[in-house]
């Protein structure tokens, strides 16, 4: 597979780090730090998954769909957790929540191939 293939999917995956990043920087702002914990390391673990699968799906691995595969898992969890705080308004989850289900549904794609 070429890295035009993988065109989507690695920008879905940029974009999912940035907002993870995002996330994990404004929880670590609000005042119930201490219920946030899990919701900060699944978005650090998620930023690092989302450039490390952009990055070899921009050198057209053969190992690109497994990684896919790890990706999207990790995404679909911080997409969960993500979901809990924005129902109570904190709007940097549910921007993350968002960024991780597109980059899931791209990743998927992406390991079918």
Known sequence: MSQQD???CIEACRKCA???DHCAVSCLN???LAQ???CIQLALEC???CRSTAALMDLGSVYSGQLAIVCAAICAD???ECEKHAAMGMEHCRECAEACKKCVELCEEISEL
Do not use: G, P, V
Request: contains cysteine; negative net charge; glycine residues 0%.
């Open 18 to 20: 940035a907002a993870c």
């Open 36 to 38: 946030l914990k899990r």
């Open 78 to 80: 911080c997409a969960e």
């Open 30 to 32: 609000e005042e119930q």
């Open 6 to 8: 993988f065109t989507a």
């Open 47 to 49: 930023s690092s998954i």
